[in-house]
Structure formats: C-alpha cells, structure tokens
C-alpha cells in the first residue's frame, strides 16, 4: 500500500494564479480530509468528504473548492492565489463505521507559496 | 470537542521514558482522548486512543486518570527519532466529519 500520497511536493504560485492540489489512497478509506499548516501553528481543517459525491466546509474553507468523485481521490482547488494561502497542505483519510473512531493517515504534504 | 492543554516543550534523555502531560479538564462522557505527532516537516502520525482505561501499543502508552480530566502520553524508551511536536486531541468517536482539532502541542526534545 502507498498510503496516502500527495503531488506536487513544492509548488510557486503567482497572485491570482489557479491550482490543484492532488490527493489520493488506496486503503479504501470512505472520509478524506485537507488541512493547512501555517508556520508554527496546528492544523486547520479546511474541507472534508465522507464519500465520493459528497463534500463540506471545515473550519477555514474560504478560497478553496473540492470534489470527491470516486473514493481514491480528493482533489483540492485553489481558485485565485493568494499570500495568505501560502501554508503546508496535509491530506488525511480514515475508515469511518458506525460510531467507531479510527485514525487518520496523513500525507506527506504539499508546501505552496503564493508571491 | 473539549479543550486540552499541554506544556509547549520538553526534553528527554535518550533511552529514557518521556512522559508527556495533557490536561481536559472539559472533557464529556463520550469523547476520547488522541494522541499524534509530527516530526519536522512530515504529516502527522497516529499514535494511540482511549475513552477511560489505560490503552498500550507498540509505539506508546496511554495513562488516562481516573475522573479523565487528565492523561499521560509515554514513549518507554526515547530515541532521538522520537523528536517531534506532539499534540494532544479530544474528540467525539464518529463525529462529524471525523475532524480532529490540532491546538499547538508540546514539543518534545530528546537528547544524547
């Protein structure tokens, strides 16, 4: 299994430039998550899927769009960059049944500047 | 999700048990305690769970206490590997989106 995996690794991006963070998993995970990571802060949850088709805003969603159309992948969409967007992107999945809780599984992350 | 608090750093002498305190004082009935790290620069890594026993795997140890306002995250044996930030996260079993909450976590130092 590869786990998670995330491309591209790095990425520079222009002020109002467009983009697609790529995110995929091959364990069959139903929930997949994308979180950003500022410079020596937590993470912040930014949207979450639990199943292809279905999607929703987590804590700071602004400026960003997803979609979930088959249960490997769940891309991420940066419309208009901006500076503030510059941050370390995490994409997560877990298996979710019932009201069971098991853990997420990160990726290696995708770091974005915007200049 | 309940609130937790943790020191922001530590050190621990290698080969040594590091024990790393958080407290949730807010914690509920239903909501576990999670533990997670993250060595510079990677994703987050999964460590270990509980609700109210004490919970051991091969990476660590849980120590929840009695009334749960409190637990204990150890690594037995500290290898300078274990050098990361360790965070702390309570949460309710199946809860929306299954989303956890990343406060700022405690950043554990082993040294040789």
């Known amino acids: 299994n590869a786990g998670v995996t995330q491309t591209p690794k790095f990425r520079i991006l222009k002020i109002g430039q467009s983009m697609t963070l790529q995110c995929a998993q091959d364990m069959n995970h139903n929930y997949m998550y994308w979180y950003r990571q500022d410079p020596g802060m937590g993470l912040k949850l930014i949207y979450y899927s639990v199943g292809a088709g279905i999607t929703d805003k987590g804590e700071v969603p602004n400026g960003y769009n997803v979609s979930r159309s088959t249960t490997e992948d769940f891309p991420l969409r940066l419309e208009l960059a901006a500076p503030s967007q510059t941050s370390v992107y995490f994409c997560?999945?877990?298996?979710?049944?019932?009201?069971?809780?098991?853990?997420?599984?990160f990726g290696p992350g995708t770091r974005l500047t915007v200049t | 999700d309940a609130k937790t608090t943790q020191p922001p750093s530590m050190d621990c002498a290698e080969g040594r048990a590091a024990n790393l305190p958080c407290n949730h004082s807010?914690?509920?009935?239903?909501?576990?305690v999670y533990w997670y790290r993250q060595i510079h620069s990677q994703g987050p890594q999964y460590i270990i769970h509980?609700?109210?026993n004490n919970e051991t795997n091969e990476m660590a140890s849980l120590i929840i206490t009695e009334d749960r306002k409190s637990s204990t995250l150890i690594l037995p044996h500290a290898t300078l590997r274990d050098t990361a930030v360790y965070y702390c996260i309570v949460r309710v079993a199946g809860g929306a989106g299954n989303m956890l909450t990343f406060g700022g976590g405690t950043r554990l130092m082993v040294k040789p």
């Open positions: 997560a999945s877990s298996k979710q049944s019932g009201g069971s809780s098991y853990e997420q599984y």
């Open positions: 509980g609700l109210k």
């Open positions: 807010t914690i509920s009935g239903n909501e576990y």
